[in-house]
């Protein structure tokens, strides 16, 4: 083998190894804190439970939040029925929603499933976990390619302002120690413990 060739098979062999590498980091790419938060508006999967049958952003963050809607702070957190760590941190969102959806919290979670089968897993998922929050199915993931939604779960904040203030993606614990402490920090309630909130085996 000549040397033109060989060079011409380094050359190549290093560009698809970095057009593999960027493709990995766009996969992994999330929106940034200090962005404003895409706007959306869908329906409810579970409007009986939640109480609410469309979901708008726009209604609670902004100038144009609407009278009595107006939130301190907005969650946003991505799910799908395979993915199990989601389903561990579904119940501790609705014990934070719970607990300060009258301090100013408004919890939006999002499903990725996709297809209108879906819905029958979702709606086992709302009901096992009795979630009150409202819950959106994305099943287009129209909503998700706006979010740069990759791996799951995938949670944002988002302030008064629209702004995003927290992305994580996974779950662990300690996140959510985290993520207790900012809620509480950012609501301005009394500090307590993921554990005190929460119970020992969150």
Request: charged share 25%.
């Amino acid at each position: 083998m000549n040397m033109t060739r060989m060079a011409a098979i380094a050359t190549a062999t290093t560009a698809l190894l970095w057009g593999a590498a960027a493709a990995a980091d766009e996969a992994s790419e999330t929106l940034k804190e200090g962005t404003t938060a895409p706007s959306f508006s869908m329906k409810v999967l579970n409007g009986k439970e939640a109480g609410i049958r469309v979901v708008s952003l726009d209604d609670h963050i902004g100038e144009t939040a609407k009278k009595g809607k107006k939130a301190k702070l907005v969650l946003v957190s991505f799910f799908a029925t395979y993915c199990e760590p989601c389903k561990k941190e579904l119940p501790v969102l609705e014990k934070l929603h719970k607990l300060y959806k009258d301090k100013g919290l408004r919890v939006f979670v999002v499903s990725i499933d996709k297809g209108a089968r879906q819905a029958g897993g979702i709606s086992e998922l709302v009901a096992k976990h009795k979630l009150t929050y409202p819950v959106i199915h994305d099943r287009f993931q129209i909503l998700a390619k706006r979010y740069l939604v990759g791996k799951l779960p995938y949670l944002l904040l988002i302030d008064p302002d629209g702004k995003i203030i927290l992305v994580n993606v996974g779950y662990t614990e300690k996140f959510t120690e985290e993520l207790v402490a900012k809620v509480q920090k950012v609501l301005g309630v009394p500090a307590k413990s993921a554990a005190q909130i929460l119970g020992k085996g969150h």
